[in-house]
């Protein structure tokens, strides 16, 4: 970055259905590509953005953050008003602020937080078509929560690593898994330090399964023994999943956590069933 530039923080929702995940890719339509289109045209210069984490593809977010070194110089509603009036309607910007220069959106972030939507039922939902997981199984989430217990704490998470995933190392450590039951819907929340690639996907799947009376909770510390992939239980659908958090040192000068909290409109969806 310049001596000229500064860096500012942003936070992004998305409704994730009709994109090819986060990361810009030549010919497909997807989130960051959308974004830096956006905040060019407020810029008046080309724009990168970097994000905390790189969602694949049908996956939303309510609590996206990102980052972005500019010479122009905005005021904080200026970009957000801005960049939401070139943004198509899956996508907004919720607020913007400058950030010190060595914040990073990705590398400074101390953990994120993903939740899962399920939604039990003979029939499938119409309205909620592509941002939930349906299922016509009854689950038991205290099965499944007793279940997500074996994965707290710093492991080797290659059970539950997708293949094309590339990162250098399979080790990772989960603070905190919640499965809690609300009406017809089962909400998956994992927290971590990071995530590999389809990780939340695939201990969602395998809580299903413990859920479902497929298997006992006992099941997933051998599954995650293993190491292998081919033990754990399916990838669960991308519908379902949501970035709802990520969380920085304190200091890091952004807005409060409770207004990084996802917006009123999706509230109830992507977070408020979780207390």
Known sequence: MSDAAARIAVGIEYEGSRYAGWQAQPGLLTIQGE????????????????????????????????????SALRPPHGWV???????????ALRWATPIESGFH???????????YLIVQGRTRPALLHGRVCHLRATLDAERMQAAG???????????FRGADCQSRS?????????VVATGPFVVIEVTANAFLHHMVR??????IAVGSGERPPEWVAEVL????RRAAGVTAPAAGL????????????????????PSAMIAGLAAGWLP
């Open 242 to 261: 949501y970035l709802v958090s990520v969380r920085y040192p304190d200091g890091a000068g952004l807005p409060p956590l409770a207004a990084r909290q």
């Open 170 to 178: 399979p080790i990772r450590r989960v603070d905190e898994i919640r």
């Open 225 to 228: 023994a293993t190491r292998d």
């Open 149 to 159: 217990r074996h994965l707290i704490g710093e492991h080797d998470f290659s059970a």
């Open 35 to 70: 974004i830096e289109r956006a905040l060019a045209r407020i810029a008046d210069h080309p724009v990168a953005v970097v994000c905390a984490g790189r969602t694949d593809a049908g996956v939303h977010a309510s609590g996206q953050v990102a980052h972005f070194d500019t």
């Open 81 to 91: 008003l801005g960049a939401n009036s070139h943004l198509p309607a899956a996508i």
């Open 105 to 115: 959106a990705r590398y400074s972030a101390l953990a994120r937080s993903y939740r």
């Open 202 to 207: 695939n201990i969602s799947g395998t809580l």
